[in-house]
């Protein structure tokens, strides 16, 4: 089946560095890819939408330059969050449509993101 | 815009039993699909069924069936012979055309041994 890799699972970083995530389909090719965050005990709330070879749709509200989407292949995507601070720190998670019937939607195993 | 609503923050079953979580939905659309979405404590989102809007016929997925009521836009999972593994954080969640995935605010389920 569709298969999404998400890395690392866990980072912790110092308040004022960036750190890159890593949204890869290991068995498909996705065209489009999407970033979410996840408070504690919350939804899952969209921050971009993420398109091969395109700049990223962002969600209102939600800061482009702080959180940096670059989609360069068909297979991978990568969220990098800049100059982080302590309420940068959640549960980032991506997914991509899998091709999979209609709408079928893939998602990694999400990363959490401590800054300290 | 699309809403999704899951009234339930909390629901607990004896295992065996049957559980049934509600959503309900908001749109304008006629043609458009659902999904149940369980996030266990690993907190990877699992697929637990989906129901295309076209169909009248529930989905069905083992354990796993819905009540889609497309008139009331309701759409709820029932959940029979629950197990321990069942205990998790579901999402109702909604998608029509190219628009995002829409997700409720999702309902707790713990399974009482």
């Known amino acids: 089946g569709a298969v999404v890799s998400q890395h690392p699972s866990r980072v912790i970083c110092k308040s004022g560095t960036s750190v890159k995530i890593e949204c890869r389909s290991l068995d498909f090719q996705a065209t489009t890819m999407f970033w979410y965050r996840q408070f504690p005990k919350q939804s899952l709330m969209l921050m971009a939408t993420s398109n091969e070879g395109s700049k990223a749709t962002y969600e209102q509200g939600v800061e482009k330059d702080k959180f940096l989407i670059n989609h360069a292949s068909l297979t991978l995507s990568t969220l990098t969050v800049t100059s982080a601070h302590p309420e940068d720190s959640s549960f980032y998670i991506c997914?991509?449509?899998?091709?999979?019937?209609?709408?079928?939607?893939?998602f990694g195993s999400g990363t959490r993101l401590t800054v300290v | 815009a699309q809403t999704v609503t899951q009234s339930q923050p909390e629901m607990s079953v004896q295992e065996a039993e049957t559980v049934t979580l509600s959503c309900t939905y908001d749109t304008s659309e006629s043609d458009y699909y659902l999904f149940w979405y369980k996030q266990p404590p690993s907190r990877q989102m699992i697929l637990v069924i989906r129901q295309e809007a076209y169909k009248q016929q529930n989905a069905t997925e083992n354990r796993f069936s819905v009540n889609f009521q497309k008139a009331a836009k309701s759409f709820s999972l029932k959940i029979s012979d629950s197990q321990l593994g069942d205990a998790a954080m579901y999402f109702c969640a909604f998608h029509q055309g190219a628009q995002k995935l829409v997700f409720g605010q999702g309902t707790r389920l713990t399974i009482n041994p």
């Open positions: 997914s991509a449509r899998n091709g999979q019937g209609t709408y079928g939607y893939t």
